[in-house]
């Protein structure tokens, strides 16, 4: 039996102990509001790029630097922004004043960001057999106002944003409040589950399951490179497998 075989086994017979997840892009839907963002701030400036190169390398960012103060993001800028292919021709001030607008605009459209379809749904079920978590690089305050709106902050027993976990992900140690929380424990007992490389990363060298789910900006073709124990399009591809 393979890994994957292995995982979608224990998933079904409620053999694991607990479930982390990430939180933008794998259970808050962020891609059109990223796109918009994006859109919104090149076309004022009549820049033009490729869009999917453009949604990659800016979710990427995104994902790394929204719990950042912004005089951290200001100091760090030169060597954050220099991987941003689709500004590399434009002056260095010009590229941060840019990148500092779409972050603005992003988090101004991300406070009504939907869930993904099926969240919902999933949590319910996972919740009855499972303790689960969230381990994130948004704020932990941010993530509360999305849970508690959409009636979900009861399913979970651990909410971790940027400001409780002492280092990022795809450091192994991002992961380590959720493990704190058990006197004792097995590290093949926990599942990491998200939509980033940082979170298969962080998740399998920690020593847990994981899943890549392609819900938010990075491609099934990426994420497969990282080597995710499951790697599904949608978390309702989930439910439909925990059902059968």
């Given at each position: 039996?393979?890994?994957?075989?292995?995982?979608?086994?224990?998933?079904?017979?409620?053999?694991?102990?607990?479930?982390?997840?990430?939180?933008?892009?794998?259970?808050?839907?962020?891609?059109?509001?990223?796109?918009?963002s994006?859109?919104?701030?090149?076309?004022?400036?009549?820049?033009?790029?490729?869009?999917?190169?453009?949604?990659?390398?800016?979710?990427?960012?995104?994902e790394?630097?929204?719990?950042?103060?912004?005089?951290?993001?200001?100091?760090?800028?030169?060597?954050?922004?220099?991987?941003?292919?689709?500004?590399?021709?434009?002056s260095?001030?010009?590229?941060?004043?840019?990148?500092?607008?779409?972050?603005?605009?992003?988090?101004?459209?991300?406070?009504?960001?939907?869930?993904?379809?099926?969240?919902?749904?999933?949590?319910?079920?996972?919740?009855?057999?499972?303790?689960?978590?969230?381990?994130?690089?948004?704020?932990?305050?941010?993530?509360?106002?999305?849970?508690?709106?959409?009636?979900?902050?009861?399913?979970?027993?651990?909410?971790?944003?940027?400001?409780?976990?002492?280092?990022?992900?795809?450091?192994?140690?991002?992961?380590?409040?959720?493990?704190?929380?058990?006197?004792?424990?097995?590290r093949?007992?926990?599942?990491?589950?998200?939509?980033?490389?940082?979170?298969?990363?962080?998740?399998?060298?920690?020593?847990?399951?994981?899943?890549?789910?392609?819900?938010?900006?990075s491609?099934?073709?990426?994420?497969?490179?990282?080597?995710?124990?499951?790697?599904?399009?949608?978390?309702?591809?989930?439910?439909?497998?925990?059902?059968?």
């Open positions: 039996m393979n890994r994957e075989q292995q995982l979608v086994e224990r998933l079904r017979s409620g053999s694991l102990r607990a479930i982390i997840f990430d939180f933008d892009g794998t259970l808050l839907d962020i891609r059109e509001i990223l796109e918009k994006i859109e919104e701030i090149l076309v004022e400036k009549n820049i033009k790029v490729d869009m999917e190169t453009t949604i990659q390398e800016i979710g990427a960012l995104l790394t630097i929204q719990g950042y103060p912004l005089p951290r993001v200001l100091l760090e800028s030169y060597d954050i922004f220099k991987h941003i292919t689709s500004l590399q021709n434009l260095y001030f010009k590229q941060l004043r840019i990148a500092v607008e779409i972050f603005a605009k992003y988090l101004e459209y991300s406070k009504d960001a939907p869930l993904l379809s099926g969240v919902k749904s999933l949590l319910k079920k996972l919740s009855k057999s499972y303790d689960l978590f969230i381990v994130s690089h948004n704020k932990t305050d941010r993530i509360m106002e999305h849970l508690e709106k959409e009636s979900i902050n009861n399913y979970f027993k651990g909410v971790y944003g940027s400001d409780r976990i002492p280092v990022q992900k795809p450091d192994p140690m991002a992961l380590s409040p959720p493990l704190e929380t058990y006197n004792t424990r097995k093949d007992d926990f599942l990491m589950i998200g939509d980033m490389p940082s979170d298969i990363t962080a998740g399998s060298e920690a020593g847990f399951w994981t899943i890549g789910v392609a819900s938010g900006v491609k099934k073709e990426i994420l497969l490179e990282y080597g995710p124990d499951l790697l599904i399009d949608t978390l309702e591809e989930l439910l439909e497998i925990l059902k059968t």
